[in-house]
């Protein structure tokens, strides 16, 4: 941002100062009740957030992803390791002092207080000008559409309104970063989505660097410059979207990232970027492994997508059994049992004389470039 | 022994990490003064004026006239016979009381939360009533009643020399006192109580007899133990009953008093006062530790499905008649010291007069307005106080946070008469010169009510969602300002009834303040009892009405202040839609 902006709002000035965060070998135990057990939640936690991007922490419940943003947030203390916000460690900073917003998922309104007063907490608390605070609560009321509700208390507005005061009186602020705590968890299907793609398009807008928490894929996905994926403390990978749904570094974030089927194989040789390995007896050449290189001779795994394999009704190296046949209306998903193992596909043809039965049998086609390789 | 090794390498490491960690923690502290300085703050009030009146009172107990340690004053007072036979009719009377008040309360309880019955309102107000009632009124309307001149003696059944003074009228009395102290705190238990626990007793196909002794009773347990505790404590330390109707039944914070201002033996007074002290702070121990953790009771956030109340007549009837005698006695009671008031000689000359308010209006008048003073600047600084205590205790890390809980709830269990002993001792010297003042009764009125306040104010917030404090926090508030824009006005009702309670608290104490007053401070609790000692019965009698109607108003200002106009909008920057 360059400095001859100036006479902008203080939010511009705010920003100016960087605003990305780093995480330094985080480390945190909590004593369990017993206290003489320790509870490690989250452990040696490496992460960089660029200025003005999105990130977003994904894991099952526990694996120490709000942990994790409490930490930024300052509500809690690591136990090992060095947080940072635009280069400057925040060891002794008290959680009022850094310059973030926190989004909560039980959105933490104020209930005494009217969303306009809501919306405006964070500027009086900086002792701003009446006019200055005037005019940016009412242009957050208006960019998160509340007008007309700035005299009704939280309780007396829907969930979704509820929703964006939460995003307004964070945003409002200008803070240098901007945390979520699986803020649409508490919304319908349909309105998580809809407020999911304003989040995301806002964020983009404002450009404040963001971290985001969840536990739901898709919100993840959609919403993502990038994503970490976390489970029991530890990150397993992080990646845009892309990469983590097409190139999954392990069985875990495979399956918690869509469906992934798991094919045994023995790896036989590696030839410059390719893998050759054999499945069923019959060898294959895989063009894009992944980086995951299981040793020559070991046994290892296919990975592959539901919409990476082909059912046919020639024979290829696989073939079994279908055991069940699902209709989605925009496709059809099988499962099929393939020596003692399930296999899950999804197939797009809908005409009736391509489907197949249950008890039919079927034949599997793979396509090598869409296979990785995991242990 | 290698098995060992590994777990032991582990813990140092560990021991490291939670030391950084400690450090961090507290380099954080520093950097919110505001923070330091109240914790500093509250701890040195705590110490000045709850440890060191006890330490002095200790001190005192175990030296001799030069300072030299020395059991001698110990000695002398376990070897004379009756200061023994004070402490243990001081703890007869303690078992007694808490029997019949817990029994009486768990009925009045089980009745409104159970039975559906007429009047139920009614008898709800008849169970509290006693609680914001001046203290001697009831002792009061017992020598109406009972005494030499009584209207049932005397009057009725022509008795000419009943004494109504001694441990029958005292064990009626402080029944009648403190009952509701058991049936508030038995209410809570029974309403907390989950009713689908009941009724799939019910569902079982047992009767109504059967569900209460298997599943009402047992679950109740707890809640009857720790009513008895607070009604035994309740009795041990209420110096205005026995002082003005126990006759020649010595208890123990009638006899201190009795040793410190009439025969000026302070260090005798000390060892009673200590006396006293143990037993309630074994009972407050008992209650705060042992029943706490024993707690049946699940909350589980939302009252679940309206309790079903029974309409069985077999049940009804008995319930309804019971709570209906003892309430027409307290009524009785009550509106015997109303007549009395309006009467030239009780006993003698009915003819209604308004003589005995003019007295308290003329003669009496400084002393009342001294309690109404003083009660009103001791309510906000207790309410406050209360908050902030619960506040930091609650939700905020810092060493010693425990030592300040229980230190703050301390004073629950310490006995007003002891507290009057070490105020007396601790402030009749610089640099804590306070004898004789105002502040010392300020003082007095605060630390001994401050627990309650306390205590709503730690349920209360520990039913706000922290993340709320968070949010305030995370929008560049500090603890100061979260906690007065935020906290505070979440705790309106706990911090409501930490003020009722210290206003009325403070206008009826008498037991810590009856050795703290001066001519100049003299309040209108310590002149009724003078009134006592002159037999001036209808002139206390007047006092007493006028200070219920002062607590009554008092209760509905700080209602509107606090709940209705608490709300009062501040200055907003130009808003409009």
Redesign the interface.
Known sequence: MSTNEAGETSFRAFSRRSSNVTLKNITK?FASLDTKK?ITVVSNVNLEIAEGEMVTLLGPSGCGKTTTLRMI???E?P??GEILIGGLPM????????G???V???Y?????LDI??NV???LR??KLP??E??ER?RKAIELMQL??M??RFPAQVSGGQQQRIALA??IV?EPRVL?FDEPLSNLDAKLREHMRDELRSLQKRLGITSLYVTHDQSEAMAISDRVVIMNEGVIMQIGTPREIYEKPSCRFVANFIGKANFIPCSVVAYENEQAIVSVNGKTMRLPEPGSRRPPVGTQANLCVRPEGIRLSREETILGGKVTRATYYGSHVEYEIEVNGLSIVTEQNEAKESELFHIGESAWIKLQPELIRLLD | MGTNAAPETKAVTVHAKGSSQRKTAALKLLRQPFLVLAIIFIFALLAIFIIFPLFKIGRLSLTDDKGVFTLEGVKEIFSNRSYWQTFWNSIKLGLIVACISTFVGYIFAYATTRVKMPGGGFFKSMATLPIISPPFILSLSMIFLFGRQGLITKGLLHIEDFDVYGLPSLILVQSVSFFPVAYLTLTGILESIDSSVEDAALNLGASRWHIFRTVTLPLSVPGIASSFLLVFIQSLEDFSNPAVIAGRYTTLAVEAYRLITGMYDTRGGSILAIMLLVPTLIAFLLQKYWLNGKSFVTVTGKPAQQRKKTSDPHIVWPFFVICLLISLFIILLYGTVFIGAFVKTWGINYHLTLDHFRYVFSLGWDSLRNSIVLSTLATPITGILGMVIAYLVVRKKFPGRRVMEFTSMLTSAIPGTVLGIGYILAFNQKPFLFTGTAFILIMAFTFRNMPVGIESGTSTLMQIDKSIEEASTSLGAGSGSTFLKITLPLLKQAFFSGLVYSFVRSMTAVSSIIFLVSPRWNVATTRIFSLFEISKYSDAAAYSIIMIAVILVAISILNFLVLKGGGKKQQKEGKRA
């Open positions: 135990v320790e947030a300052g509500f203390d136990s090992a060891t002794t900073v008290p959680p009022n002092k850094r973030i917003s926190l909560f998922q039980s933490a309104l104020f209930p005494h306009w007063d405006a907490y964070g608390v900086q009446k006019a605070v005037a609560t007008q007309g700035e005299h009186r964070a602020i945390l």
